[in-house]
C-alpha cells in the first residue's frame, strides 16, 4: 500500500504564493500519474493539476482556472509531487488533496489509486 503526507497549506493574502508538497511512500511497484484536486465549500472536489512521467517525458494537465498561476512537478526519485501557487485568489481557497495512481507490488500488479489526507488553503482579500 502507499501512504502520502502533504504539507504547505496555509493562509495567504491573495496575490501570494504558496508551494504544497506530497509525498508517497510505502511498497509500490510504480507510480503512474500524480496530482492535486481541491474541494471548496460547499462545492464538488475538482481537478487542479496531474502529472504524468515516463522515461523519456513528462505530460501536465491544469485546470483552466489555474493556467498559467499554477505550476506541478514532480521527483520521481523522492516519490513526491509539488504544487507551486502563485498569484492567488480567494477563488483559490479550499482543501487540497494529492492523489496517487500506481501500480501494486504484489502479482498481477494493480491499478490503485489513494488520495492524501487534505491541506488547506486559505487567501484572504
Known amino acids: 500500500q502507499v501512504q502520502l503526507v502533504e504539507s504547505g497549506g496555509g493562509l495567504v493574502q491573495a496575490g501570494g504564493s504558496l508551494r504544497l508538497s506530497c509525498a508517497a511512500s510505502?511498497?509500490?511497484?510504480?507510480?503512474?500519474?500524480m496530482g492535486w484536486y481541491r474541494q471548496a465549500p460547499g462545492k464538488q472536489r475538482e481537478l487542479v493539476a496531474t502529472i504524468t512521467t515516463t522515461s523519456s517525458s513528462s505530460t501536465t494537465k491544469y485546470a483552466d482556472s489555474v493556467k498559467g498561476r499554477f505550476t506541478i512537478s514532480r521527483d520521481n526519485a523522492e516519490n513526491t509531487v509539488y504544487l507551486q501557487m502563485s498569484d492567488l485568489n480567494p477563488e483559490d481557497t479550499a482543501v487540497y488533496y494529492c492523489?496517487?495512481?500506481?501500480?501494486?507490488?504484489?502479482?498481477?500488479?494493480?491499478?490503485?489509486?489513494?488520495w492524501g489526507q487534505g491541506t488547506l488553503v486559505t487567501v484572504s482579500s
Open positions: 510505502g511498497s509500490f511497484l510504480s507510480i503512474d500519474t
Open positions: 492523489n496517487v495512481d500506481y501500480y501494486s507490488s504484489d502479482w498481477p500488479p494493480q491499478d490503485l489509486e489513494v
